[in-house]
């Protein structure tokens, strides 16, 4: 395996770190002049970052395509209507890594699409087996199933050991969002 083949690399489990990690690698690949995709799913809310990469202009393209959190934060939208822009968002997703215009592809949220019966797991694989052979890929989300981690070459799964929230602390800026 040489530096040209691209990774699957999967950030799941319950604590808080996976998409900041993913940024982390996104940040990192950007000092080296890698042209960044990212996809968010089940997401259209502000975050620092969306302003932060901003400044690397057509380097880094990113995408929100989600109506919000599924069943939180006082969703009254249809599952339907989660299903319809996970959908959306995910042949968004594959058009763009298989025009083959990016290094590193961030697929935010995507195994939680996928646990959380929105998206079909057998899309997410398919495009696992046939994405080209150069790209990194980075999948976010709680719960990846078995399937998921079998294809991907790297796993790390957060554990939550203390959280701000279990005192009552609100999300912060710049640190949650
Ligand atoms: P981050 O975006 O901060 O890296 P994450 O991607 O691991 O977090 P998500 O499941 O995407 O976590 O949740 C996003 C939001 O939920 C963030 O604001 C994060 O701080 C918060 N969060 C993550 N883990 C926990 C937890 N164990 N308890 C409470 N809130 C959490
Ligand atoms: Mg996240």
Redesign the pocket.
């Known amino acids: 395996m040489n530096e040209d083949h691209g990774l699957i690399i999967v950030y799941t489990g319950?604590?808080?770190?996976?998409?900041?990690a993913a940024l982390g690698i996104v940040l990192r690949s950007l000092g080296y002049g890698k042209r960044v995709l990212i996809v968010q799913f089940g997401k259209s809310a502000f975050s620092g970052e969306v302003k932060a990469l901003e400044q690397f202009g057509d380097q880094v393209k990113l995408i929100q395509g989600g109506k919000g959190f599924v069943g939180i934060l006082g969703d009254k939208k249809l599952i339907s209507e989660h299903k319809q822009a996970a959908i959306e968002s995910f042949e968004l997703l594959k058009k763009e890594i298989m025009s083959e215009k990016w290094d590193l592809v961030m697929a935010d949220?995507i195994i939680g699409a996928v646990s959380g019966n929105i998206l079909d797991i057998k899309l997410v694989l398919d495009l696992l087996d046939q994405k080209p052979e150069f790209v990194d890929l980075i999948l976010?989300g709680?719960g990846a199933s078995q399937e998921i981690i079998e294809k991907a070459d790297l796993v790390s799964e957060?554990k939550?050991i203390k959280?701000p929230?279990d005192k009552g602390i609100k999300?912060k800026r710049g640190i949650?969002?």
């Open positions: 319950e604590g808080k770190g996976k998409t900041t949220e976010t709680r957060i939550s959280h929230f999300a949650d969002f």
